[in-house]
């Protein structure tokens, strides 16, 4: 609808104060108490987490030096808390494109720490400029943290199924690859990227399916009915017990869908965003669909 996408256009524009009555229902909170209470409060509904500190694309390795110790202070936090849940990031929020050796530096400590409390990070992946050293810096960390590390692959960048074939030498039946696989966020050109709702769609299929006939343990991160359930054919027709799968989806998108999937007796990872830098990530969230412009047009109402 134009009327969505005008709105998606003009939200950068908008009053901040505007934008948090919309964002708040898809962003945790500003700060890391917040986040743990509600990562607490879905716990207790069965769902597992996983927390990522908003902020991507810095331009100062200052940046990344303080984002390497919030996110250890995170770990130490949760940990205390009990928090049933794991941790994401984005590795150009540690510098990787300002300096890849920092970068891997500073993502090695975070994951060292997560394996200290025998847990795990996942490494988000951005745009294409990022995948190759994404990939390789997956691989570095692979190795000296078999159980402790996973990585993000999109669907929708033509590369993937080859991608996933590349980094099978990482992968045994004792300690199996892990990949979250979503369909994919950011624009590309058509020549590197499917572009159609169908295409992507079977890609994704395809990908998740090579994943189960050779043991991957994916993370299944979707909204999307249809991908979900084609999810449940390949969980059924390869007979992949519980224990060997998640499906994954954003906080506060598709709730609903959300509760089918757990009372179907499958495991859910709720992805939990929070931090001050949640307005470059509301943006975004828009800018990929529209159709939220309508909740902006609810807050507007529902504010006072």
Same mark, same amino acid.
């Given at each position: 609808?134009?009327? &969505? ?6 939200? %950068? ?16 909170g500003?700060?890391?108490q ?20 908003l902020?991507?694309?810095i331009?100062? @390795?200052?940046?990344?030096e303080?984002? =390497?110790? *919030?996110?250890? *202070? ?6 205390a808390?009990?928090?049933?849940? &794991? ?13 890849? #050796? ?39 960390? =692979?190795?000296?943290?078999? =159980? *402790? ?16 074939? &590349?980094?099978? /030498? ?5 300690? %199996?690859? &892990?990949f ?39 993370g299944?991160?979707?909204? #999307?009915?249809? @991908? ?14 519980? /224990? !060997?799968?998640?499906?994954?989806? @954003?906080?506060?998108?598709? %709730?609903h ?9 499958? *495991? @859910? ?7 001050? #830098? ?8 828009? !800018? ?12 507007i109402?529902?504010?006072?």
């Amino acid at each position: 609808m134009w009327f &969505n996408k005008l709105v998606a256009a003009l939200l %950068p524009l908008l009053p901040k104060k505007l934008v948090w009555f919309f964002s708040k229902r898809y962003i945790a909170g500003k700060t890391l108490q917040e986040a743990i209470r509600i990562s607490k409060k879905l716990n207790a509904q069965n769902y597992m987490v996983t927390i990522d500190l908003l902020g991507e694309f810095i331009t100062k @390795l200052e940046e990344a030096e303080k984002n =390497k110790n *919030n996110y250890l *202070n995170i770990i130490e936090t949760m940990e205390a808390e009990n928090v049933r849940g &794991n941790y994401s990031l984005k590795p150009t929020m540690f510098g990787l494109l300002i300096d890849k #050796d920092i970068c891997y530096q500073n993502i090695r400590e975070i994951v060292k720490k997560a394996a200290f409390h025998d847990n795990f990070v996942r490494i988000d992946m951005e745009d294409s400029q990022c995948v190759d050293l994404e990939i390789d810096m997956f691989r570095k960390l =692979k190795q000296e943290f078999p =159980k *402790n590390v996973g990585l993000v692959l999109q669907a929708y960048m033509r590369r993937t199924m080859d991608d996933i074939k &590349n980094m099978l /030498d990482l992968h045994s039946e004792e300690i %199996p690859i &892990n990949f979250r696989l979503c369909k994919g966020i950011y624009v590309e050109p058509e020549s590197i990227a499917y572009k159609k709702y169908d295409e992507i769609n079977r890609h994704f299929l395809e990908d998740l399916e090579f994943m189960f006939q050779k043991g991957i343990y994916p993370g299944i991160a979707t909204h #999307d009915v249809p @991908l979900v359930e084609g999810a449940y054919k390949l969980i059924e027709k390869y007979k992949v017990p519980n /224990d !060997k799968f998640e499906f994954q989806m @954003l906080y506060g998108v598709t %709730p609903h869908l959300r509760q089918r999937i757990l009372d179907k007796g499958y *495991n @859910l990872r709720v992805y939990i965003p929070f931090g001050k #830098d949640w307005f470059a990530y509301s943006t975004r969230r828009l !800018k990929e669909n529209p159709k939220m412009a309508q909740d902006i047009i609810k807050a507007i109402f529902v504010r006072g």
